[in-house]
Structure formats: C-alpha cells, structure tokens
C-alpha cells in the first residue's frame, strides 16, 4: 500500500510538472495557435494523474482546445470523463460543464477495454458512427 | 479514428512496396515525410490501443540516419539553426518510442483475454516492455544534446499570464525554458513517462516499475526483439 501510495505521488508530480511545462511554453506562444496544438497530446495524458488543486486550471485549458480542435479533444473527454467520474462530459464537453470536485477512479483494464471499443457520439449535426476494434492487429484495419 | 487507420495501413503498405527505409530517409524531404507519417500513426495507435502499420526497424533506420548526418554537419551550420536542428532530432528520436508504448497498450487489453501461465508471460514481457520504455525516456533527457533543451528557469510569483482574464490563476510556481522551443521535448518526455506509469491495471496484477535500477550498458535490448543505440 505504502509503495502504491508512493507510485501515486509521484504519478501526480510528473503531471505537475507537465503542466508547468506547458505552461510556459503557452504564455510564450500563446498567440501561435499551431504550436500550441502540437502540445495538445502529451498534455491530455496529464488527466490521468492531475493533482486536485489543478483540475480546474487544467479543464479550462481543455476548453481552449475544445474551441480549437473539438475532434481532437473528443478522446480526451471519454478518458478524463471516466476517469473523473464524469460521464456527462463525453456528450457536452469541458465547455458546457464546469470541472467538478475530484470523483477519479482507478484505471482498470476493462477502462482501456472500452476505450479501445471507441464509440462517436451523434454530433450536434446528428451523424454518428459506432466502431468495434478487434485484438490491436492492424491487420483488423486493413481494407 | 479507424478509418484514419486505414489510411495509415495504405500509406505503410505504398511505403513498403515503393521503398524502404534507407532510402526514404536519406533525403530531407523523405525524412519530413516519414516524420508526418509517424505523427499520424502514433495517434492513431495510441488512441486505437493497437501496433504500428510500419515496422519498428523503420523508426530506427531513421534514427540511424539523423545521427550519422548529426555527426558530419552539426558542426557546419550556425549556431540557431544547429538548435533547431538538434531539437528536431531529439524531438524524432522521443517520439521514436511510441511504437513500444502502443504495443504495451495493445497487450494490456489482451490481458482480459488470457488466464495461466500464458498470462503471467504476458505480464513479464509487458513489465520488461515498460521499463525499457522508462530507461529509454531516462537515458534521453539526460543525453548532452536533450539536457539544455528541457533546462528550465524558476520564475517567482506573482505571474500574470495571457489566459488571466479567461483562465484560473496559476497553480503551481511558473517556469521558463532557457530554450523557449525545446519545452516541447520536456512535455513529451513528461507524458511518456507518465503514460507508462499510469497504466494501474498493471498494479492489480501485482506489477511495479517504480524505482527500477538503470542499465548502463550503451546499447539496450527492446523486449520486441530490437536494438536501440543512446542518442
């Protein structure tokens, strides 16, 4: 437990540490949009271990993006949604919602599962699309 | 994202059939391509939890080539253009480990799929898996060219940053890069060694990689079969 405990602090201080990263790298290039978008990734992977007292800035910084590029955050709010106990997020984003108090979980591998399982929700257009991903062969993708 | 996929799958298969990896990466524009191909299908791998259309033997005969053209033209070129060039080679060369970290993630799903001694061999391979993942982001932020790109500034509060009037103040002390374009190497380093320690359903099977001593040796033994060289 004390080990697990210790992995968990220190889960929680690398994402910190994301987030200073690119905090810097946002209030230097805050006006280049692009530049900003190729930080978009490694930052998303901070939601799975965000201290508590940096959701707040965090979901603000996904609303930045949402605005930006919604299709690329859409895998973010499943993550983060399931992980934060949130699952309302995955239909109206980090715009509409406001961040609320921590509900995280932990990460099982029925999680990873049905994230894999990726499911698109009808867009506001109404077009959806439901996809099964098989057992991570690219074999399965090929026409 | 799947159909993204597909398109990933045609764009390996015309690579495969037209070239190979040598030759496309001897030229600059043959490296940009391949650098664009790569972006796409790590997102896609990632996002899919599946393997890599390419072999990894592509990634890596294209780090081979970047360090032998380093060697015989870092030295020709201006100092502000031997940054940008240094920083787009360490940046390739971060990314160059995605393909393993996909291959752990596929193999975790597999994890629900298999029971016994088949499982447990799972388990060992995708421990060996991650801390080779781990040794590898080590070994690179402390490599010469990396370290003065990812070397960062204390900054003292107050800060007021662009975002003030429509963000949340900032949480935490700021910082600054003594090499503002190399903070996204630093970013990345951050979020691969955070994506491989998350993964917590290793930690129900009793799997930790916290702490694991370091190799030394020069060359490391990819679990998949493939060898790296430090950068």
């Known amino acids: 437990m004390e080990r697990l405990e210790r992995e968990c602090e220190f889960d929680e201080y690398i994402a910190h540490e994301l987030c200073r990263g690119y905090a810097a790298i946002e209030d230097l290039y805050g006006g280049d949009l692009t530049y900003l978008l190729s930080c978009f990734r490694p930052l998303s992977v901070a939601g799975f271990a965000l201290p508590h007292q940096l959701r707040d800035w965090y979901w603000h910084k996904m609303a930045h993006f949402e605005q930006l590029a919604p299709t690329y955050v859409e895998p973010v709010r499943k993550y983060v949604g399931v992980l934060w106990g949130i699952p309302e997020l995955l239909t109206q984003g980090f715009e509409k919602l406001l961040p609320k108090e921590n509900r995280a979980t932990t990460l099982t591998p029925d999680d990873i599962d049905a994230a894999a399982t990726v499911i698109l929700v009808a867009s506001e257009s109404g077009t959806s699309e439901e996809i099964e991903v098989g057992d991570g062969s690219c074999e399965d993708y090929k026409e | ?231």
Not at chain 2, 20 to 42: M, P, Q, V
Not at chain 2, 72 to 90: A, N, T
Not at chain 2, 187 to 214: D, E, R, S
Request: hydrophobic share 35%.
């Open chain 2, 1 to 231: 994202m799947v159909k993204c996929f597909r398109h990933v799958s045609g764009a390996a298969q015309l690579f495969q059939s037209r070239t190979n990896a040598t030759n496309l990466c001897s030229s600059l524009l043959g490296r940009h391509l391949f650098k664009w191909y790569s972006l796409i299908e790590d997102e896609c791998c990632l996002l899919l939890s599946c393997r890599g259309a390419l072999p990894q033997s592509w990634r890596q005969e294209d780090f081979r080539i970047r360090k032998v053209i380093a060697t015989c033209e870092y030295s020709r070129v201006s100092k502000d253009r031997l940054q940008l060039w240094i920083l787009d080679d360490v940046l390739q060369a971060t990314l160059d480990i995605i393909p393993t970290m996909a291959y752990a993630l596929s193999t975790i799903s597999e994890l629900n799929h298999t029971r016994g001694v088949k499982r447990a061999e799972t388990i060992a391979h995708l421990e060996s898996s991650l801390i080779y993942i781990l040794d590898y982001v080590e070994s690179l932020r402390n490599s010469p060219l990396c370290k003065p790109l990812i070397q960062t500034l204390e900054v003292g509060f107050p800060w007021k940053t662009r975002h003030s009037t429509c963000c949340p103040e900032l949480p935490f002390p700021p910082l600054r890069f003594t090499y503002p374009p190399g903070g996204v190497v630093f970013i990345c380093l951050q979020a691969i060694q955070l994506y491989v320690h998350v993964p917590h359903p290793l930690k129900h099977y009793g799997l930790t990689i916290l702490g694991h001593p370091l190799p030394t040796n020069e060359n490391r033994r990819d679990p998949n079969g493939e060898t790296r060289t430090r950068m």
